[in-house]
Each structure stands twice: as structure tokens, then as C-alpha cells.
């Protein structure tokens, strides 16, 4: 017995979980799709941010709910309104990679107001995007840690 707390415990173990645990599948689109495809696009895969790429599948952007929103309230043509007019775009967006720390990434997700970043692999044509994390699975992994198994060491 080591005579740390559980919340000690808990925490140092917390510390050490990298993006690559708890990262998702990114929802890509097209920054040529319209606004359009892109509300579709968010319904059907149930997600509230979308990356944007462009034909080489490197990220270009971001869009939210609220980017997507606000390009509604106008009085545009939404099917022909290109994603990447709309968009938050790069050097803009904040970016995690896979074997940052989890905590890192609560802490940009906090401090820029955002929820959900992507996480990107530097290749030599630019930022591929390999996977997303977002609050939901900031969520998971306070559930997780939770849970006692992760307090006996391993
Ligand atoms: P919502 O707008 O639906 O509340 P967010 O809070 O994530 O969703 O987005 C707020 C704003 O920040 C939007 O304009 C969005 O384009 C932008 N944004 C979202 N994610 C990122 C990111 N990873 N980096 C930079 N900007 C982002």
C-alpha cells in the first residue's frame, strides 16, 4: 500500500492518458460541399462538429452547430453556399495529435470554448485527421476513471 488517496491515485493516472485512448472517428466534409450536405451530413452522423478537408483529405477547417446556424438565419442559398465560406478556418483551428495527453486536450477544449477537436498526423502534403475528441469523450473517461479498476494499478 503505497499510502496515496484514491483522488491521488485517480489523478496520476488521469495525467497519463494520451488522445489515442479516448479519440473517435472524425466526420469529415468536403470544403466545396454545401452548407447544405453539411447540416445533413451532421444529423446523420449524429456529431456537432464537422472537419473540413480539401481534395487531398488535409484539413482545411472546422464547422459547428452554430457556424451552421448562423449561415441559416441569412437569407442564402444554403445548397449553394460553400462549407469553406462559412467555416473556422486553419491556422485557426486548434488541432491535438494522438499522443498528446488527454488533459492537454480538456485544457484547449476549456480555454478556446470549443467542443471537440481534431486530431491530426503531420504528413509531408500537411495535417491529415485521424480522429476527433470532443466533451463526450472527456465524459467517457471521467466515467471510466471512475470506476475502481483503474485505481489498482497496471
Ligand atoms: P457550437 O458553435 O455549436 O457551440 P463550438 O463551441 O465547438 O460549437 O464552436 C464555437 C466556434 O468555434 C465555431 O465558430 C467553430 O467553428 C469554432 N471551432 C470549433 N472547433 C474548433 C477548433 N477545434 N478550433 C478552432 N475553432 C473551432
Known amino acids: 500500500f503505497t499510502g496515496k488517496t484514491g483522488f491521488e491515485l485517480l489523478s496520476e493516472k488521469l495525467k497519463e492518458v494520451k488522445v489515442r485512448d479516448f479519440q473517435s472517428i472524425p466526420i469529415v466534409i468536403k470544403e466545396n460541399d454545401s452548407v447544405y450536405d453539411a447540416i445533413s451530413k451532421m444529423f446523420l452522423e449524429d456529431v456537432g462538429t464537422l472537419f ?4 487531398q483529405s488535409l484539413l482545411t477547417g472546422v464547422v459547428s452547430r452554430k457556424d451552421l446556424l448562423r449561415a441559416s438565419l441569412g437569407n442564402q442559398e444554403l445548397t449553394s453556399l460553400p462549407v469553406h465560406i462559412i467555416m473556422t478556418r486553419m491556422p485557426n483551428v486548434t488541432i491535438c495529435r494522438k499522443d498528446d495527453y488527454l488533459i492537454g486536450a480538456a485544457k484547449q477544449l476549456i480555454n478556446k470554448q470549443i467542443d471537440g477537436l481534431p486530431v491530426v498526423e503531420d504528413t509531408e502534403k500537411g495535417l491529415q485527421v485521424i480522429g476527433r475528441i ?6 467517457k473517461a471521467l466515467v471510466e476513471f471512475t470506476s475502481n479498476d483503474n485505481l489498482q494499478g497496471g
Open 52 to 55: 473540413v478537408v480539401d481534395d
Open 134 to 139: 470532443t466533451k463526450t469523450n472527456m465524459t
